[in-house]
């Protein structure tokens, strides 16, 4: 793991637990202030604390087993109170404990001494962030795609595409579909696949985008180092939502024609979405790949076939004139 992203990570997980913790003390200040009854339970909690420490450092009565016991009836028996005080004044019966953003490891990022899911999650979300900043996400949204350069059905064919890629970033979710978008070059792939990047990512999600090429150069260069890292692999099969661009661009080798089979079939195995663009039509595919990542695509994917004409030679013809 890249240390930057692991100290990132760190600080991330310091802030939410501090804010936890002053949350708490704002609430615990305000229900003291409005019930007193409330922080008398408290102060009698406390105190029932610090016996059951010192029973347990200092005793050596052989009876303390059953003093602990006491204690802990009458600390759960006012904490059964002090939670009815609170819902028979309107407040939620959890309102005074922590609330932390992940309970499991209580923000520290640790469960024992392995890493937290939470924690893994955050620096995957760090580390994809890392790989998308020269992936000009913000420079495509849903807003700026226009259909004025599509004619007759190709129109249709865009404004449904449209409607469904915008959809689809809406109410993305980690089950969502996975999507295949294939079709001449210049006619929007890039466009709506960045589009829905920017979006799913303003939800929260972890996100890579970037080409076939790109991604399986890295997983190569990783794959064959001295160190035998598995860093991008592992970013690649753990994101939200991976976009792989310009599928077919890519040179063909064994190693590549392996990593994209294991890439789309691990994440389908998991349930994990990705979106796939290319400019090779189903023919052009079943001649560059072999069967098992073909049938994958074709029988799982959502596939979108984008029709019309090169936008981009429109749109540069328009300047000329």
């Excluded at 610090?50 to 050596?60: M, P, Q, V, Y």
């Excluded at 449209?162 to 979710?173: D, G, H, K, P």
């Amino acid at each position: 793991m890249d240390s930057a992203v692991f100290e990132r990570a760190q600080a991330i997980m310091t802030t939410r637990r501090m804010k936890a913790v002053s949350e708490n003390d704002q609430r615990i200040a305000e229900v003291n202030k409005k019930l007193p009854q409330i922080k008398e339970i408290n102060d009698a909690l406390f105190s029932t604390g610090k016996e059951l420490i010192t029973l347990i450092t200092e005793s050596r009565n052989t009876d303390v087993s059953r003093k602990i016991e006491e204690l802990r009836r009458n600390n759960l028996g006012a904490q059964e109170m002090s939670r009815k005080i609170l819902t028979d004044n309107g407040y939620p019966a959890d309102y005074l404990d922590m609330h932390y953003s992940c309970p499991k490891c209580h923000d520290t990022g640790y469960c024992g001494n392995e890493f937290c899911e939470c924690f893994k999650q955050l620096c995957g979300k760090l580390s994809a962030d890392e790989l998308n900043k020269s992936a000009h996400l913000k420079l495509s949204s849903f807003d700026s795609f226009s259909l004025s350069y599509y004619k007759g059905d190709d129109y249709f064919t865009m404004k449904n595409i449209s409607e469904f890629t915008r959809q689809y970033a809406e109410t993305f979710t980690s089950d969502s579909c996975s999507i295949l978008m294939f079709g001449n070059t210049g006619l929007g792939k890039t466009h709506l696949s960045l589009a829905i990047a920017n979006r799913v990512l303003e939800k929260g999600y972890s996100v890579i985008y970037d080409s076939v090429i790109n991604i399986l150069r890295k997983i190569e260069q990783e794959h064959f180092s001295r160190e035998h890292s598995s860093e991008m692999i592992d970013l690649v099969m753990n994101t939200d939502l991976l976009i792989m661009d310009d599928l077919g661009t890519e040179y063909e080798s064994t190693f590549y024609s392996a990593t994209i089979y294991n890439i789309i079939n691990s994440r389908l195995n998991r349930g994990k979405p990705t979106i796939i663009s290319t400019n090779l039509d189903f023919d052009g595919i079943s001649r560059r790949y072999e069967s098992r990542v073909v049938s994958r695509i074709v029988s799982v994917y959502k596939c979108l076939e984008f029709k019309g004409e090169d936008v981009r030679l429109q749109m540069r013809a328009e300047e000329m004139r």
